[in-house]
């Protein structure tokens, strides 16, 4: 199960931090990560993380979000800055098991709740 939190309505410029835990067993070899989805828009990867700390990121927040992880706590967390209205999205994480796919292709094993980010002009 993967629980999310940490969006809200911010100004453009400004930053926030998604949070997103995951319970029960989980595999020590996994990708979580993140997608979004914006209102009549199809859903699109943002970001993810290996269990070894390898990332990739979608080409629009490159230089701007950075994604990171605690395996202890099972958590990953997407550290948004310089926001932009065009990421007001829903956000959900994701957590995919195994070593060698990631997120990227839109498949994951587990999904959590969406979490809303509005960024205004």
């Known amino acids: 199960q993967l629980q999310a939190s940490g969006g809200g309505l911010v100004e453009a410029g400004s930053s926030l931090r998604l949070s997103c835990a995951a319970s029960g067993r989980t595999f020590s070899s996994n990708f979580m990560g993140w997608f979004r989805q914006a209102s009549g828009k199809k859903r699109e990867f943002v970001a993810d993380?290996?269990?070894?700390?390898?990332?990739s990121y979608t080409e629009s927040v490159k230089g701007r979000f950075t994604i990171s992880r605690d395996n202890a706590k099972k958590t990953v967390y997407l550290q948004m800055n310089s926001l932009k209205p065009e990421d007001t999205a829903v956000y959900y994480c994701?957590?995919?098991?195994?070593?060698?796919?990631?997120?990227?292709?839109?498949?994951?094993?587990?999904w959590g709740q969406g979490t809303e980010v509005t960024v205004s002009s």
């Open positions: 994701a957590l995919r098991l195994g070593f060698r796919l990631g997120l990227a292709d839109g498949s994951s094993h587990y």
């Open positions: 993380m290996r269990s070894d700390g390898r990332t």
